[in-house]
Each structure stands twice: as C-alpha cells, then as structure tokens.
C-alpha cells in the first residue's frame, strides 16, 4: 500500500473506469493511487481520494482550520438545520431594525 505523501499514479481506460468504478474508488480512497483514465490515448480526468484532493490541489487554510477548531470546541458543529435556519433568521431580523 502506497503512503500518503507518494501516491501512485495509473493510467486506465474510460472503459476500465465504467466497469470497475467501485475498486477505483475504493484503491483511490484506501491506498491513496491516482487514476488518470483517458479516451482514445487523451488524458480526461484525474480520479483521487477527497483526503488525497483536499490535502494537494484545495488545501484548507490555516484560518479556516482555526475557525473549525473552535467550532467544534463550543460545540457549534452539533446545531442542526433549524437552528441554523432560525439563527440566521435572528440575526437578519436584527440587521433590518437597524437600518
């Protein structure tokens, strides 16, 4: 199994891909390869775990590490989607009466 900061890369098929997507995803996900799958001898496409994409072309930046960091400590991350909902609702209800 490759590490993280080494992944393999393999070059596939578009047929390959359609067929055995599942064991794509799932060598993708566990053993951190890369799949370039092409058409007719054309790269198309890059297929890479989230953790893998997340950590080398979309990297978190430090503030928004911060920011979830403290979230999770005052439990910010347990509101459900009324919640949110109706804290948003406040807070714009709030700004209105200020205008």
């Not at 799949?35 to 997340?54: N, S, T, W, Y």
């Not at 979230?71 to 009466?97: F, P």
């Amino acid at each position: 199994m490759a590490t993280s900061e080494t992944p393999i890369h393999k070059v596939i098929s578009a047929l390959a891909a359609r067929t055995q997507f599942g064991q794509i995803m799932r060598r993708a996900k566990l053993e951190h390869t890369r799949f370039v799958v092409d058409r007719r001898g054309e790269p198309q496409v890059v297929i890479m775990g989230i953790k893998d994409f997340l950590r080398t072309v979309a990297p978190e930046k430090k503030v928004l590490a911060a920011i979830r960091s403290q979230a999770r400590r005052k439990g910010a991350v347990k509101l459900s989607s009324r919640q949110i909902d109706s804290e948003i609702r406040a807070y714009r209800k709030e700004k209105s009466i200020e205008r």
